[in-house]
């Protein structure tokens, strides 16, 4: 039998880039990591995101916006911050989960200014890819690749 990493993904509202994340992880990666997202607030999910998502073939649209607090007691053997300012503020986690920073753009952020969605989807749609491409690299591209939580080192 197959074991699992867990990973939290871990922003600011757990509207966009850690949803996003969570959905090419289940999209991508589904057979070998368990995951979440959760945020240091909610703020509801981006309809942005949920469009951009779509687009590349995955549904988030049944995803809410968690808060981390749901997730403190849980094993997780990594909790990726997405954002800068959840990297700064990410909360402790027991056991042997490794906090690692992986920032992204914050698509909402960079389409403040565009006069047109589509111009705003660009935002969208690029910090997709870099995320998918992100996830395609897991679980090789984490540090120190520990075992899951549960089994010997």
Known sequence: MKQTLNIL???TGNSCRS???EG???HLKDDVI???????ETHGLNPLAVKAMAEAGVDI??????LVDE???EAWDFVVTVCGH??????????KAQVIHVGFDDPPALARDEATEEGAMAHYRRVRDEIRAFVESLPGSLPDNPKPNGTEP
Not at 34 to 40: F, L, V
Not at 86 to 95: D, V, W
């Open 34 to 40: 368990n995951c979440r997202s959760a945020g240091i």
């Open 86 to 95: 959840a990297h700064e503020t990410c909360p402790m986690f027991p056991g």
């Open 9 to 11: 993904f871990l922003c």
């Open 19 to 21: 949803q996003m994340a």
């Open 24 to 26: 090419w992880t289940h």
């Open 71 to 73: 997730y403190l007691d």
């Open 61 to 66: 649209a049944h995803h809410t916006s968690q």
